[in-house]
């Protein structure tokens, strides 16, 4: 059975210009203890796809369509309190710039102990020692749970909501860019806790971000969104090495590889399309330098390329594999 | 917070009450006129009787001497004595504290309280008629002039309805049989003042309140408290409510030190005989000691409201504590 499958997911926000298709038609699968990537510009629907999932939207936001399987439980169906008794239990979220994640007026244990009560009807003794627990699973000193987030550095929270993701065993934790905010060296030290976290502990692990280079170091799988669908997907290998979309080509030429010398990154020129507008056509084909003329009137379908790796572009069989 | 700290604080606040004493009393004394040129207006004041008041209350001493004359009293808790009412200026004022303190501390209390309730509202329900009514309400009542109100509220109630009086403490000239019959008088009494001074002040709690709970309901920590699977309920008591509290802290605390300057305004309206009505006295009097004393007092409490709202947030806030 399949931990998680989304479905031809669409979410879209309802703004005073129109319907805002942020998320048109997404699509993957995530096993037990598996690791997904999901990467793109700015903008092009991760955070988006992320709240969809656990239905933690804005109210102007919506699903329109498509499904969300957790276990074959189809989370779009659930109503508020089904889905309220799931969040945390079965999926956690790690926020983007998570450094104010942690109520500040709160000590750390309380917040990873009231979600332990909550899920698991625990003594508030019993949470407070799951909390130790936690604490010493993600190496902190477990009576650090007793400090307030200020008392902490900008590792030391991440690892502290970490912790707190643990809580109530979910099936899948979401980090969405959890280590943006943290240099090098901790960032590091966050990824590898999570990688090896979600190998002992057989959790579906969806690792957002921008940056494709932390990417390749931790998960199993990648996913590349443009303009709110996933254009390419496929594992590490399939994605360095076998690239089949030119979007995918130009991301992995924005990072400098490591050894080479450190120049600033070429910018994919141009910028995604306005979402509020349909488009004919492939979304990225303003921007594609192996544009053709079919690519303007038919919109690429997601198509097989053998395994788990899926492109959805027109000459997806014609990408050149050298940076 | 550590003594070492709270004693620190008091210090401070010691230092700042003297600032403002000296202060006040070079103000004081910059301010052009005083109860002899009063008196030299009256023709048949004659120049002994003029020499004889300026020698009681020492106005014949060099500024100096009058100085050190006023501190050294101030030790001995002697505020001097009224021009006006010839009497010790700390008796004068002791007899308005209460009143004022009844007066205002009741309109705090029903602001303070009514306002949250308000804010807390509207920030819940933003966006919809509840939040447009309730931010109506606290915008207009916010830039209403007191005067105004006061009158409005005196036709509505005393001249229409008749069901509260228009002024003063107590019925004048009536003997209570009983304390309760007492204290009904006075509580009617109470109505308007307290009513009039409350509608002032629920805008500024109400509008703080609102905009500082949707500050709180828009940062990450609620995002986090929603995905963990809480209602919207538990996460606006235990998460955002007590973040939200800290600035209202501070505007609490600054409002209750004015508790004992009064409402100079609404005093006045409903001749109520507290402080800030005797303020306006001694100030179009001249009354220099009086004012002093006035001054004082507002002073106290005002810097001492300001170390309890520290205090206080130590205890609610941990970034504060160490
Ligand atoms: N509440 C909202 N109302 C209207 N549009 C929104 C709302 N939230 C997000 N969007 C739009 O949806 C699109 C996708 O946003 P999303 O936050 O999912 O992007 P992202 O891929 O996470 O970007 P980033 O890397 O910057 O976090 C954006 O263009 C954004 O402007
Ligand atoms: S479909 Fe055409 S325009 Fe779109 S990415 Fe492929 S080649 Fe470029
Ligand atoms: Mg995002």
Redesign the interface.
């Known amino acids: 059975m399949t931990l998680l499958e989304v479905k031809n997911l669409k979410t879209y926000f309802d703004t005073s210009k129109g319907l805002y298709k942020a998320v048109d038609g997404t699509s993957f699968d995530l096993d037990y203890g598996e690791a997904l990537g999901l990467v793109g510009e700015s903008g092009c629907g991760k955070t988006t796809c992320a709240l969809s999932i656990?239905r933690?939207l804005p109210k102007e936001g919506k699903i329109h369509g498509g499904e969300i399987l957790l276990e074959k439980t189809d989370l779009v169906k659930l109503n508020d309190n089904e889905i309220?008794?799931?969040?945390?239990?079965d999926v956690?979220?790690i926020?983007q710039?998570?450094?104010?994640?942690?109520?500040?007026?709160?000590k750390v244990g309380d917040q990873i102990a009231?979600?332990v009560i909550?899920?698991e009807k625990a003594s508030k003794k019993e949470a407070l020692k799951r909390a130790e627990e936690l604490f010493e699973l993600v190496e902190m000193p477990s009576k650090r749970i007793n400090n307030?987030p200020?008392e902490f550095s900008g590792g030391m929270k991440q690892r502290a909501m970490i912790a707190?993701a643990l809580a109530c065993n979910p099936k899948v934790i979401i980090g969405d860019e959890p280590t943006t905010a943290l240099d090098v060296m901790v960032q590091a030290q966050i990824l590898n806790l999570l990688e090896k976290l979600r190998k002992e502990l057989k959790m579906g692990l969806i690792l957002i971000t921008h940056d494709l280079s932390i990417l390749a170091e931790t998960c199993d799988k990648i996913a590349v969104m443009y303009a709110g669908k996933i254009v390419e997907i496929g594992t590490i290998e399939d994605i360095f090495e076998k690239t089949a979309h030119p979007y995918t080509q130009r991301l992995i030429s924005c990072f400098p590889n490591v050894g080479k010398e450190k120049i600033l990154p070429p910018a994919i020129e141009g910028v995604p399309p306005n979402l509020l507008e349909p488009i004919k056509g492939c979304s990225f084909y303003p921007r594609c330098h192996m544009g053709i003329p079919i690519c303007l009137e038919v919109e690429p379908e997601s198509r097989g390329l053998g395994g788990k790796h899926f492109a959805a572009c027109h000459r997806s069989g014609e990408v050149s594999h050298e940076q | 917070m550590t003594r070492k700290m709270i004693v620190r604080k008091l210090l401070y606040a010691m230092l700042t009450i003297l600032v403002v004493l000296v202060f006040n009393y070079i103000l004081f004394r910059v301010l052009p006129g005083n109860p002899l040129s009063m008196m030299m207006r009256n023709p048949r004041a004659t120049p002994e009787t003029i020499a004889a008041v300026k020698e009681f209350y020492g106005l014949d001493q060099p500024w100096y001497l009058q100085f050190f004359t006023y501190f050294k009293h101030l030790a001995q808790g002697d505020l001097g004595i009224s021009f006006v009412y010839k009497a010790p200026v700390a008796d004068v004022v002791a007899q308005k504290i209460l009143p004022t303190v009844l007066m205002v501390g009741l309109a705090e209390i029903v602001a303070i309280v009514v306002g949250i309730f308000l804010g807390i509202i509207a920030a819940w329900k933003r966006g919809t008629k509840l939040d447009v009514a309730t931010l109506s309400f606290s915008l207009v009542t916010y830039s209403v002039p007191t005067f105004w109100l006061g009158m409005i509220l005196v036709v509505l109630f005393s001249v229409q309805l008749k069901i509260f009086p228009t002024s003063g403490m107590f019925t004048p000239g009536k003997d209570f049989a009983t304390t309760a019959a007492m204290l009904q008088d006075l509580f009617r009494h109470l109505a308007l003042p307290v009513l009039t001074m409350s509608l002032v002040l629920i805008g500024q709690y109400a509008l703080t309140m609102r905009n500082t709970l949707m500050d709180v309901l828009s940062e990450d920590y609620i995002t986090t408290a929603r995905a963990k699977g809480f209602r919207e309920r538990y996460i606006l008591k235990k998460h955002a409510l007590p973040n939200a509290m800290l600035p209202m802290i501070t505007i609490i605390a600054i409002n209750i030190g004015f508790v004992v300057a009064g409402a100079i305004q609404v005093e006045t309206i409903f001749s109520w005989p507290g402080l800030g009505r005797l303020m306006y006295e001694a100030l179009r009097a001249r009354d220099y000691p009086l004012l002093q004393g006035v001054f004082l007092l507002v002073t106290l409490s005002v810097v001492l409201a300001n170390v309890l709202a520290d205090i206080t947030y130590s205890y609610i806030d941990p970034r504060v504590r160490n």
């Not at chain 1, 710039?97 to 709160?106: E, F, I």
Request: aromatic share 10%; hydrophobic share 45%.
């Open positions: 656990t933690l309220r008794s799931r969040r945390w239990k956690s979220i926020f710039g998570s450094m104010n994640a942690l109520n500040p007026v709160m009231e979600a909550l899920h307030y200020h707190m």
